[in-house]
């Protein structure tokens, strides 16, 4: 088993991608994994394969089915690690942009962190152990072009990220942002298909348009992005607190 044995952790969009990555790695380090999300057929399809987890429904954006599925997830053990990844995207220049859209991407990408992470506060002020994991983006360390709700919303988490590690350093609980620039995962390829659309580039035009910040001239694995997350949980990274981890191959923001 591992250092995480017995430890229940709540995965946020943890049905696919990041998430599903983040949860495996987290059970090969023993964690009791709870997978969040609001598709729960392919949450409880995921779960079969993963040992030690199960699938709980979780709408980031409802404040009273948080609360439920948290009492739910705690129904493992007290919840001593919280991964944040639930998160959407979209793209519209700034002077076209709904102030119903920009409102929607902080919802999910904000306040779905706020909710997911005041749901835990007791468990985790109370614990000898605790680990909160925000999955930020490389768009909240820098601007981008027709993604300012995006980047405002990665940008907020990182705020919130660095003010609670503060509140929080006289605490076993560390909180830290995990800030990858762009990863192989259903939101990439919607992006690809995006750029296909829009300019009529060839796909691999396209995931090279999505590489060219990256200075390795790839786009990143979901498994670089978990192998961070599992380091932020051991015992041995409690030292490492308040942190955005930029994971994009060495470019200079």
Known sequence: MGHLDGKTAVITGGGTGIGLAIAKRLAD????????????????????????????????????????????????????VLVNNAGIASSAPFHRMSEEEFLRIQDVNVTGVFRCTRAVTDDMRAADYGRVINISSIAGLSGGPYISHYCASKHAVIGMTRALAAEWAKTNTTVNAICPGYVRTEMAEGAIRTII?????????????????????????????????????????????????????GHSM
């Open 197 to 249: 659309e829009k300019t009529g580039a060839t796909r691999e035009q396209a995931e090279a348009e999505l590489s060219k910040n990256n200075p390795q001239g790839r786009l990143l694995e979901v498994e670089e992005v978990a192998e961070i997350a599992g380091w932020l949980c051991h015992p041995n990274s409690l030292g490492i607190n308040g942190q955005a981890v930029a994971l994009n191959g």
């Open 29 to 80: 380090d023993g964690a009791n994994c709870v997978l969040m999300g609001r598709n729960l057929q392919r949450l409880e399809d995921q779960a079969k394969g993963i040992a030690r987890a199960r699938a709980v429904q979780c709408d980031v954006t409802d404040a009273e089915n948080v609360l439920a599925a948290f009492a739910d997830a705690r129904g493992d053990g007290a919840i001593t």
